[in-house]
């Protein structure tokens, strides 16, 4: 499965889930645009999850246009 099926599945599960709903749905998809490279380059069952060593923690920020109020920003 790529990131078209993935992303429109996606879609539904943000209408199920109020905690997906919350969070910027560009966000999301590039985590998924993320793991379909990743599977495209290394193969689907050699994509490992980085040990706590080797990780460094890190996530994207909305677009500074978008209403971050779920965030807790004012």
């Given amino acids: ?3 078209v099926p ?7 599960a943000k209408c199920k889930h109020g905690w ?3 969070a910027p749905s560009h966000v999301l998809q ?5 793991l379909d490279k990743a599977c495209r380059d290394h193969g ?3 994509v490992r ?3 706590k060593a080797r ?4 996530f994207r920020f909305p677009a500074a246009s978008l209403d971050t109020g779920f965030l807790g920003a004012a």
């Fill in 6 to 12: 993935q992303a429109g599945e996606l879609a539904h």
């Fill in 30 to 34: 590039q985590t998924l645009r993320d």
């Fill in 44 to 46: 689907t069952f050699k």
């Fill in 20 to 22: 997906l709903k919350a």
């Fill in 49 to 51: 999850w980085r040990s």
């Fill in 1 to 3: 499965m790529n990131y």
């Fill in 55 to 58: 990780w460094s923690p890190s």
